[in-house]
């Protein structure tokens, strides 16, 4: 039977290759692949510095630390995106808060943003800092997030995990333009992978130094080596990670980047494909792009009218399973989870948006080797059961 999945990585004879390399060579760790890929990614995204590190949530975690986070400080973010987003506040023991989304790009909402923050200064609290998620693979409204920042203060992390390879106002580097920090992830379903593996980017030099240092136990080695001539001594300057991305995995994204414009083509391709097969079906919303932005598709997410038809979401989901096709909902909103909503006493209707598009919500499967006749299977499928 077919198995298709809501995402997969693309794995070729190059990326193999470039990791058999490093499995032949001195270091697996800690070589010259890592600052290469640093190199490159710097490049790519027209940002001055790079750090790599071993995961997407380690990414932010570092964001976090390396902003100086901690208690009390009230930092912002949205309901729709995964646990790691809202994971790195806690880590750091600040506070978090939510604000809804927009209903034509999925992403934080800046009138509702704007309220939020307005609503803490009349109480007399700051907020410390905003994470924007570009949910799917569409960019955040980075010029409105912008002017917010420079009215009300707050630091402003772009969570990019999603929209590795996406531009905004032609620029793909627009995160590090508008934010103080960008993070990206390189899970296998993600735009480009190294297995598990992600990035901090900054244009701001203090920032950098920071997250180097907490990305290794905190371990400066040249400080005191060049002081006492001990070539083996180190000084521990704060409590750090192990956070590190081995060689093996910056070869592998070394490889990948390379094809990471291929892959964002053929994502817009399959997604024009089901935008103009699925146009006309009633009971489909289908994602929505702004005229200054170009999508990075890390998710195809349709809103399916379910109170319109006969199948509900479990049903769906079931039928098409049985087919071998994996859909996916992104995500079960962070208010909903217990234990958070618990905490921090969310209420749910704080967050009409992310409530109607999570009832509504069906992530299709798109990845680069999803094959036309694999696209239109999942079509017909889909089709078969949505049926008003
Ligand atoms: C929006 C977002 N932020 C952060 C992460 C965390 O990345 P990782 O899985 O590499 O830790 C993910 C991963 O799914 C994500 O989708």
Not at 174 to 194: C, E, L, Q, R
Not at 218 to 247: A, F, H, P, Q, V
């Amino acid at each position: 039977m077919k198995k298709i999945n809501y995402g997969r990585q693309s794995i070729n004879d190059d990326d193999i290759e470039a990791v058999i390399n490093v499995l032949k060579s001195e270091l697996l760790t800690q070589g010259p692949q890592v600052d290469k890929f640093e190199k490159e990614l710097s490049k790519k995204f027209n940002t001055k510095y790079v750090c790599v590190v071993s995961s997407g949530t380690a990414a932010l975690h570092l964001a976090g630390l390396a902003l100086g986070w901690k208690k009390n400080d009230i930092i912002l973010t949205t309901p729709l995106t995964f646990v790691a987003s809202i994971n790195a506040i806690l880590y750091c023991n600040a506070t978090p808060d939510l604000v809804d989304i927009n209903m034509d790009t999925f992403c934080i909402d800046i009138i509702q943003l704007e309220k939020k923050i307005k609503a803490y200064l009349s109480r007399g609290k700051n907020i410390k800092a905003v994470i924007a998620v570009d949910y799917a693979g569409h960019p955040c409204d980075w010029k409105g997030l912008r002017k917010l920042k420079k009215k009300y203060n707050f630091q402003l992390i772009n969570d990019n995990c999603h929209a590795i390879g996406a531009s905004y106002n032609k620029n793909k580097g627009y995160g590090s333009k508008f934010a103080d920090i960008v993070t990206h992830s390189y899970h296998p379903v993600k735009n480009i992978t190294t297995a598990e593996g992600g990035a901090i980017l900054t244009n701001n030099k203090s920032i950098y130094e920071e997250v180097k240092l907490l990305r290794s136990h905190g371990i400066n080695r040249k400080s005191l080596k060049l002081k006492t001539k001990e070539t083996w001594n180190y000084e521990i300057k704060n409590i750090g990670y192990n956070y590190r991305l081995s060689d093996l995995q910056s070869a592998l994204g070394i490889s990948q980047l390379k094809r990471l414009n291929k892959f964002v083509t053929l994502k817009n391709k399959i997604a024009k494909f089901y935008d103009r097969n699925l146009r006309n079906s009633k009971a489909i919303i289908l994602p929505r792009e702004k005229k200054e932005i170009k999508h990075a598709y890390h998710l195809y997410p349709v809103r399916i009218k379910f109170d319109k038809i006969k199948v509900n979401k479990s049903e769906l989901f079931f039928k098409m399973k049985k087919k071998g096709i994996n859909l996916q909902v992104h995500y079960v909103p962070l208010y909903k989870h217990k234990y958070l909503k618990e905490k921090f006493k969310f209420k749910e209707k704080d967050f009409p948006n992310t409530s109607l598009f999570y009832k509504e919500a069906v992530s299709l499967p798109i990845y680069a080797n999803l094959s036309i006749a694999d696209q239109k299977y999942v079509i017909q499928s889909l089709q078969e059961i949505v049926k008003l």
